[in-house]
């Protein structure tokens, strides 16, 4: 089990003394592909909404609003698609009408979905048995034949409140039927670019090793001993919250926090099941803070010896798509805040890694496996293997999640130091 788990340490830290970035691009408009962007809002409130996800009905292109609300996304013109869907929990969804051309700084407006649910919390029985039930039934609710999946790889590493790596690709998932385990589940980057703080100061790094391979070891439904493991599931205490609607389905929501003590780190955190299907929609945990050891021991591996690191927070979000009544990856985000200083410091300071992961794109036909060649090794940091470019259309026709304000801000200061 602790092998198992520790996989999850593969994504996360090594100190060491590089940093690297990646610069986030505008989308042109391409020949033969129509471009819709805008931001999604409440349309209560008229709050931005983070992490929406936009889609193309009936096929596998899709993408994810940001933090801002801000999103984009490209259709062939050949697929002759009319209809947008835009999904978000706890909102009703909402289909818009594409036209022949581009559509520019469109507003959508989610309508809150306060259907009560008070049935779903009679009906959920005990939490313990409802996840156990939800674990045997994930070979019908997921895909059972290998998939290809295109996606967009971001992260970002902030010392203070100032970005000094930004990391981006264009990543193929060769991933396996769901009733197999996730060992021959591999990732591809098929084009990349960093953005490197030149600052003396921000020399010393965090790298962010085997970065693109989320999409594999936070797969919670496939790598099933990060937290699904019936073997361990006894590790945890689990409760029944107030259910939630995902995608207009009502969804039962299990928290769980551990309860027992073992010589790593477990989580705390929430899982939404489908009420019907008894399909995982999303996870939402964090690692333990219980013990900072342990979770240092989780997420760091390596660093100098006389660097002091203290973990604050290591959160985990994961959903999934239900499309032809399969469900199907789509979303994982990772956040990593911690302090670290040299022993002769007074004071230490603040980084925060975020990494994210949409699915853009989605092949079952004829696919073709990524050789070990091919692969990205979780040995490796992206920023690494990726080079500097300032092309503003370098990610051509690909789905890519937008930039922030906040992050197009820091790519523009970062260019003019970099030619200072």
């Known amino acids: 089990m602790k092998t198992n788990y520790l996989k999850i340490a593969r994504i996360v830290l090594v100190a060491l003394f590089i940093f690297s970035t990646t610069v986030p691009a505008h989308a042109r408009k391409d020949p033969g592909y129509i471009t819709v ?13 983070e992490y929406v996800s936009i889609s193309i009905p009936g096929t596998g292109i899709g993408t994810i609003s940001n933090e801002d609300g801000g999103f984009s996304i490209k259709v062939k013109d050949s697929l002759r698609i009319k209809t947008l869907e835009i999904s978000h929990i706890g909102y009703y969804n909402k289909r818009i009408h594409i036209t022949d051309d581009d559509m520019d700084n469109i507003i959508i407006l989610l309508t809150p979905n306060e259907k009560k649910l008070k049935e779903v919390i009679i009906e959920s029985g005990d939490p313990l048995k409802l996840v156990e039930n939800a674990i045997l039934k994930i070979g019908d609710n997921y895909s059972n034949v290998t998939n290809q999946l295109t996606g967009f790889y971001r992260e970002t590493i902030r010392k203070r409140r100032n970005y000094i790596n930004i990391s981006e690709a264009i990543i193929n998932v060769y991933k396996t039927s ?13 084009k990349g670019r960093k953005l490197l703080s030149p600052k003396p100061g921000d020399t010393l790094l965090i790298k962010f090793i085997g970065g693109p391979n989320l999409s594999s070891y936070l797969d919670v439904v496939k790598n099933k001993d990060i937290i699904l493991n019936l073997e361990t599931l006894r590790y945890y205490k689990f409760t029944m919250e107030d259910p939630a609607m995902i995608n207009e389905r009502p969804h039962f929501v299990v928290s769980f ?7 790593y780190a477990l989580f705390t955190g929430n899982l939404y099941i489908d009420k019907e299907t008894l399909a995982f929609s999303r996870a939402e945990f964090y690692l333990s803070m219980d013990d900072r ?14 660097l002091r690191f203290k973990p604050e927070e290591v959160s ?10 399969k469900s199907y990856l789509n ?39 990524i050789s070990y060649k091919q692969a990205f090794d979780n040995r490796n940091s992206l920023s690494d293997k990726v080079s500097n470019f300032y092309d503003v259309d370098f990610w051509e026709d690909y789905n890519i999640i937008e930039p922030t304000e906040s992050l197009e801000s820091a790519v523009n200061k970062l260019k003019k130091q970099q030619n200072n």
């Open 293 to 306: 050891n342990k979770a240092t021991q989780a997420i760091l591996r390596k660093k100098p010896f006389s």
């Open 331 to 369: 979303y994982i985000r990772n956040e990593v805040r911690f302090k670290c200083d040299y022993q002769r410091k007074l004071f230490s300071t603040n980084y925060t890694i975020v990494s994210e992961m949409v699915i853009t794109d989605k092949n079952e036909n004829n696919v073709a496996k």
């Open 178 to 190: 769901y009733t197999e385990g996730d060992t021959d589940d591999r990732v591809q980057v098929l």
């Open 316 to 325: 985990y979000l994961v959903t999934y798509k239900e499309q032809g009544g």
């Open 37 to 49: 962007s805008g931001v999604v809002k409440d349309l209560k409130s008229r709050k931005n909404l």
């Open 257 to 263: 926090i551990p309860q027992v003590i073992l010589p």
